[in-house]
């Protein structure tokens, strides 16, 4: 079945230590994103990817970086520098350019201890 | 500055009556609404959308309308049943070109037997 798949889907994490959190999609969609969600608060953009190589910074890119080596990956590093990390992380994939629907995966929730 | 606003953190509904979800937005430029449901622990699918060219999409029990005068979108469910307790989230985006979503906060429905 064609999908989005995030993994870990629980993470814990030391103060002071880098993590990445796979996302890997088999829906051939040029478009990949990852989204951050807080209790209370809607979905916010941290990194997108339009195309293989490259990708934009979303509205909280401090703290994060990505790669987009292949068109089905598109993983997310969270970094020591990230002041609040303890967080549920979303991917999403999309045709770029279409009305805005993007498949979400299951979510990686991500606790710093 | 939150451009996409769900004023109700949540909802309260008897099975089989109808749900009403508010979204208000602030940025006329916006030309196309969504929303998204959320279940725990999943990521959000999408559920309806709507083009700002038009003031009503209907999709089974689903509807949504757009009064753009008032900026203000709703989602009416009707009848209202167990599996649609949820997060809702609307959404808007500024062109098709740019796949940047702007996110409400979401609000969490819940369907009363």
């Known amino acids: 079945d064609g999908g989005i798949t995030q993994s870990p889907k629980y993470l814990f994490r030391k103060e002071g230590q880098n993590v990445t959190l796979s996302c890997e999609q088999n829906?051939?969609?040029?478009?990949m994103y990852w989204y951050r969600q807080d209790p209370g608060q809607g979905l916010r953009l941290i990194y997108y990817?339009?195309?293989?190589?490259?990708?934009q910074k979303g509205d909280i890119a401090e703290g994060y970086s990505v790669s987009r080596e292949k068109k089905e990956s598109f993983p997310l590093t969270v970094t020591s520098a990230q002041k609040n990390p303890t967080a549920f992380y979303l991917c999403a994939s999309s045709i770029w350019a279409n009305t805005g629907e993007l498949f979400f995966g299951e979510g990686s929730r991500l606790t710093v201890l | 500055d939150q451009q996409v606003k769900q004023n109700s953190p949540s909802l309260s509904v008897q099975e089989g009556r109808i749900s009403i979800l508010n979204c208000d937005y602030t940025n006329s430029m916006f030309d196309y609404f969504l929303w998204y449901k959320k279940y725990p622990a999943e990521g959000p699918t999408f559920l309806i959308s709507?083009?700002?060219?038009?003031d009503k999409n209907e999709d089974g029990r689903f509807t949504v309308f757009l009064n753009k005068s008032a900026k203000h979108l709703s989602l009416h469910i009707v009848p209202s049943q167990p599996g649609d307790s949820a997060v809702y989230f609307c959404a808007a985006i500024l062109d098709q070109g740019a796949q940047k979503l702007v996110f409400g906060q979401g609000t969490r429905l819940t369907i009363n037997p």
């Open positions: 990817s339009q195309i293989v190589n490259d990708f």
């Open positions: 829906l051939n969609h040029d478009a």
């Open positions: 709507i083009s700002s060219i038009k």
